[in-house]
Antibody, heavy 124, light 107 residues
Framework: QVQLQESGPGLVKPSGTLSLICAVSGGSMDSNNWWIWVRQPPGKGLEWIGEISHSGITNYNPSLESRVTMSVDVSKNQFSLKVTSVTTADTAVYYC?????????????????WGQGTLVTVST | ETVLTQSPATLSLSPGERVTLSCRASQSIGNFLAWYQQKPGQAPRLLIFDASNRATGIPARFSGSGSGTDFTLTINSLEPEDFAMYYCQQRRDWPPGFGPGTKVDIK
């Protein structure tokens, strides 16, 4: 069973860069999975940020595309997220997740499992 | 971009009751819809994918139906652990997106 764990600074200054890593355990990243970032502002709903394949192909939410970069390091079993020029609107719990796979198929853009999430606050 | 609308925003129910949650898409998304459950302080959990298929390990009291623009999640006989937020999510259109959620709380 794949498990995911986010890590990174919990506080970022306005105009700075948010950087997070998601560590993947219990399974190989070298598969048909896609690796996803989703965020949730405090008390609000879920926003899909983007996805990356094990080979490094990326797709981003158009609303964030100009500020987001994702990368993957299969040898370290981890993938990462960078968001530049952050504002207070980027304050959120950031989740990493993988595409949902059964024993026979993987379903791109359905998400499970998820990491526990990490709160990133943008503030001076 | 497809907009998902969920209703009602909040439901107050008692354990043992049957609940039906609604998700409506602004355009047809076929059956490319999922439902997630999120409890306070926890990550979401996939319940239903492709509108009507239960994810691995999800109890049979959870069922999904619908296609096109109108979808429902039904929970037969609410258990205490079912009181949570429920989100729908579509993957047919770009970008994939979530509905605003329905909160199911204890009456």
């Amino acid at each position: 069973q794949v498990q995911l764990q986010e890590s990174g600074p919990g506080l970022v200054k306005p105009s700075g860069t948010l950087s997070l890593i998601c560590a993947v355990s219990g399974g190989s990243m070298d598969s048909n999975n896609w690796w996803i970032w989703v965020r949730q502002p405090p008390g609000k709903g879920l926003e899909w940020i983007g996805e990356i394949s094990h080979s490094g192909i990326t797709n981003y939410n158009p609303s964030l595309e100009s500020r987001v970069t994702m990368s993957v390091d299969v040898s370290k079993n981890q993938f990462s997220l960078k968001v530049t020029s952050v504002t207070t609107a980027d304050t959120a719990v950031y989740y990493c997740a993988s595409s949902y796979c059964t024993t026979t198929s993987c379903f791109v853009r359905y998400f499970d499992p998820w990491g526990q999430g990490t709160l990133v606050t943008v503030s001076t | 971009e497809t907009v998902l609308t969920q209703s009602p925003a909040t439901l107050s129910l008692s354990p043992g009751e049957r609940v039906t949650l609604s998700c409506r898409a602004s355009q047809s998304i076929g059956n490319f819809l999922a439902w997630y459950q999120q409890k306070p302080g926890q990550a979401p959990r996939l319940l239903i994918f492709d509108a009507s298929n239960r994810a691995t390990g999800i109890p049979a009291r959870f069922s999904g139906s619908g296609s096109g623009t109108d979808f429902t999640l039904t929970i037969n006989s609410l258990e205490p652990e079912d009181f949570a937020m429920y989100y729908c999510q579509q993957r047919r259109d770009w970008p994939p997106g979530f509905g605003p959620g329905t909160k199911v709380d204890i009456k």
